[in-house]
């Protein structure tokens, strides 16, 4: 079977959050099971692009409205990340450093969509399915069902990821003109709420659906940004397939971007070891529970209240643990946590910005991982934080539900229920509580490294899902 996925993201190549991890990981997962997966995704200039072999294997043109744009794609040469990676490079739209965040974001993504398909559209051969991930992605669904130059792709299935239903890319019927030509009649399936919502269109048009873990499925029936009705009406659809973690890169054993790997019967000489490293270079307490935050610093991961949790919390410990934060985002919550720094030095430090090995870093050293997230579709630090024998702080939402059990509950995490200070801030207050119990820890420590969270049983889903 030969599996096309259509990305914005994908890890190591370009990546912003869990969508580039697992695009990363999934068709590589889907190659060991004996299929051919493939990649295509947009040719921004990282260094990735800078830095690796790649060949051309198409030329052409892609017309936006009245203009049109050169389009090269690219394909990496050496099979580096386990499977076909190709890269649209589109002239003036998509090589840029960032991957989102400009005003044109809507003609760039629309620009690489159609591209692609009419690359794909040439191919002698067919692939068996085209794997949608996002509202980046979720034009391709009806342009393949309904534009005339895309019409003998029709029988191909497709199938649409939601990593996130709070992202839509919503855009007027002004930019209608944008699509290549297709049956006016049709318009219905682009529509939601008076606008061109590509989420929604993908939700419609798709095959499949899935979600990145059964409890999102569930949750976006009553929250998903005002899509609730059309969910509910293509449930019989959708499916919630959990996320997995790539455990080749995520490896405490062989992971070179440690100060000392471990394996689980090594587990305590190291984490100490990375744990003393992270101290040294943050200027923390060596001796004290060490209480981590990764991630961006958004509403959506209960950042805007991480400041006042964290003041709480290290006011009313006295000294007795420390904080570490990585991550970036809204400015204000940046600057609060950066000021933390200046009252409680030797306790707390943050870091602001991206930084693949120190996130490594601080998984293999901290006792604690908090994700106080109001929306967490599937979650994937907390596996991570689990791999590396770090005990996660969770409320129970989305992912985070389906792969943490409280230790209350005979379980080897500390769940919480809202998005508070003060739930948080209790959740804090038991950990703090287990930590004393060294002998509990440790037990807990050697048991979630043994859990399984590979992307082995979910790529194995989705191949069912696919020949459903």
Same mark, same amino acid.
């Given at each position: 079977?030969?599996?096309?996925?259509?990305?914005? =993201?994908?890890?190591?190549?370009?990546?912003?959050?869990?969508?580039?991890?697992?695009?990363?990981?999934?068709?590589?997962?889907?190659?060991?099971?004996?299929?051919?997966?493939?990649?295509?995704?947009?040719?921004?200039?990282?260094?990735?692009?800078?830095?690796?072999?790649?060949?051309?294997?198409?030329?052409?043109?892609?017309?936006?409205?009245?203009?049109?744009?050169?389009?090269?794609?690219?394909?990496?040469? @050496?099979?580096?990340?386990?499977?076909?990676?190709?890269?649209?490079? &589109?002239?003036?739209?998509?090589?840029?450093?960032?991957?989102?965040?400009?005003?044109?974001?809507?003609?760039?993504?629309?620009?690489?969509?159609?591209?692609?398909?009419?690359?794909?559209?040439?191919?002698?051969?067919?692939?068996?399915?085209?794997?949608?991930?996002?509202?980046?992605?979720?034009?391709?669904?009806?342009?393949?069902?309904?534009?005339?130059?895309?019409?003998?792709?029709?029988?191909?299935?497709?199938?649409?990821? &939601?990593?996130? $239903?709070?992202?839509?890319?919503?855009?007027?019927?002004?930019?209608?003109?944008?699509?290549?030509?297709?049956?006016?009649?049709?318009?219905?399936?682009?529509?939601?709420?008076?606008?061109?919502?590509?989420?929604?269109?993908?939700?419609?048009?798709?095959?499949?659906? @899935?979600?990145?873990?059964?409890?999102?499925?569930? =949750?976006?029936?009553?929250?998903?940004?005002?899509?609730?009705?059309?969910?509910?009406?293509?449930?019989?659809?959708?499916?919630?397939?959990?996320?997995?973690?790539?455990?080749?890169?995520?490896?405490?054993?062989?992971?070179?971007?440690?100060?000392? $790997?471990?394996?689980?019967?090594?587990?305590?000489?190291?984490?100490?070891?990375?744990?003393?490293?992270?101290?040294?270079?943050?200027?923390?307490?060596?001796?004290?529970?060490?209480?981590?935050?990764?991630?961006?610093?958004?509403?959506?991961?209960?950042?805007?209240?991480?400041?006042?949790?964290?003041?709480?919390?290290?006011?009313?410990?006295?000294?007795?643990?420390?904080?570490?934060?990585?991550?970036?985002?809204?400015?204000?919550?940046?600057?609060?946590?950066?000021?933390?720094?200046?009252?409680?030095?030797?306790?707390?430090?943050?870091?602001?910005?991206?930084?693949?090995?120190?996130?490594?870093?601080?998984?293999?050293?901290?006792?604690?991982?908090?994700?106080?997230?109001?929306?967490?579709?599937?979650?994937?630090?907390?596996?991570?934080?689990?791999?590396?024998?770090?005990?996660? &702080?969770?409320?129970?939402?989305?992912?985070?539900?389906?792969?943490?059990?409280?230790?209350?509950?005979?379980?080897?995490?500390?769940?919480?229920?809202? @998005?508070?200070?003060?739930?948080?801030?209790?959740?804090?207050?038991?950990?703090?509580?287990?930590?004393?119990?060294?002998?509990?820890?440790?037990?807990?420590?050697?048991?979630?490294?043994?859990?399984?969270?590979?992307?082995?049983? $979910?790529?194995?889903?989705?191949?069912?899902?696919?020949?459903?």
């Amino acid at each position: 079977m030969e599996i096309i996925h259509f990305s914005a =993201e994908c890890y190591p190549v370009a990546k912003v959050g869990g969508l580039g991890d697992v695009v990363g990981a999934l068709p590589k997962y889907q190659n060991k099971l004996g299929h051919v997966a493939k990649v295509v995704m947009p040719a921004y200039d990282t260094k990735f692009l800078h830095q690796n072999e790649f060949e051309v294997v198409y030329d052409g043109w892609v017309r936006l409205g009245y203009n049109n744009h050169t389009v090269r794609i690219f394909r990496e040469r @050496t099979n580096k990340l386990g499977f076909d990676l190709f890269l649209v490079h &589109i002239a003036g739209l998509l090589d840029r450093e960032k991957v989102y965040g400009y005003d044109d974001d809507v003609e760039r993504f629309m620009a690489f969509q159609i591209a692609s398909l009419d690359w794909i559209a040439q191919w002698e051969h067919k692939p068996n399915v085209i794997h949608c991930h996002d509202h980046h992605t979720g034009l391709i669904p009806f342009m393949i069902g309904n534009c005339n130059n895309y019409r003998h792709l029709s029988y191909i299935p497709t199938v649409l990821t &939601i990593h996130n $239903a709070q992202y839509q890319g919503q855009f007027g019927w002004d930019k209608l003109h944008y699509l290549p030509a297709y049956d006016l009649r049709n318009s219905s399936k682009l529509d939601w709420s008076n606008s061109i919502n590509p989420l929604a269109s993908a939700i419609k048009c798709a095959w499949r659906v @899935t979600t990145v873990s059964p409890s999102y499925l569930d =949750e976006i029936s009553y929250k998903a940004n005002g899509l609730e009705s059309l969910l509910a009406q293509e449930r019989g659809k959708s499916f919630g397939i959990l996320n997995g973690i790539d455990n080749e890169v995520w490896n405490p054993q062989k992971d070179p971007m440690l100060t000392k $790997a471990f394996a689980n019967r090594t587990v305590e000489s190291g984490k100490k070891a990375n744990k003393d490293a992270l101290c040294d270079v943050f200027n923390l307490d060596k001796t004290k529970p060490l209480y981590t935050f990764i991630g961006r610093l958004v509403g959506e991961k209960g950042a805007d209240l991480l400041p006042d949790i964290f003041w709480n919390a290290l006011e009313q410990s006295e000294g007795e643990i420390n904080i570490l934060v990585l991550g970036s985002g809204d400015p204000a919550v940046e600057d609060r946590l950066n000021e933390i720094t200046h009252y409680h030095p030797g306790k707390y430090n943050a870091y602001i910005g991206y930084n693949e090995v120190l996130s490594h870093q601080i998984y293999a050293g901290a006792d604690f991982l908090l994700m106080p997230s109001r929306v967490e579709p599937c979650g994937l630090n907390q596996m991570y934080a689990l791999r590396y024998g770090t005990i996660p &702080i969770v409320r129970r939402i989305g992912g985070l539900k389906d792969t943490v059990t409280d230790i209350g509950d005979g379980g080897f995490g500390i769940c919480h229920d809202q @998005t508070s200070i003060w739930d948080v801030g209790h959740a804090i207050g038991r950990a703090y509580d287990l930590y004393l119990d060294q002998k509990k820890v440790k037990e807990i420590r050697k048991f979630i490294m043994t859990l399984d969270h590979s992307w082995d049983r $979910a790529a194995q889903q989705y191949i069912d899902l696919y020949q459903m």
